[in-house]
């Protein structure tokens, strides 16, 4: 069985990532967007996310398992 090293979210560009650009960004998204609207966002973006994970969640009870199953039942 080989083991992949987990990548960074969002590959290696995010990771370069530092705290005046995070501060920037969390700034430029307050005047864009406002105070009262970020909050409406995130619960969005996570339901979203919830949603998606319950998805790939309901396809592998329906395909009987885990991909990385199959692999290595055939190997």
């Known amino acids: 069985m080989r083991y992949r090293l987990a990548e960074p979210l969002g590959g290696p560009m995010l990771a370069m990532i530092g ?7 969390v700034l430029a998204l307050l005047l864009l967007f406002g105070g009262r609207k970020i909050p409406e ?7 979203g996310v919830r949603e998606f994970q319950q998805g790939l969640k309901g396809k592998k009870e ?8 199959a692999e290595d039942k055939d190997r």
């Open 62 to 69: 329906l395909t009987g398992g885990d991909e990385n199953d």
């Open 41 to 47: 966002l995130a619960r969005g973006l996570g339901s």
């Open 19 to 25: 705290h005046w650009e995070l501060i920037l960004l």
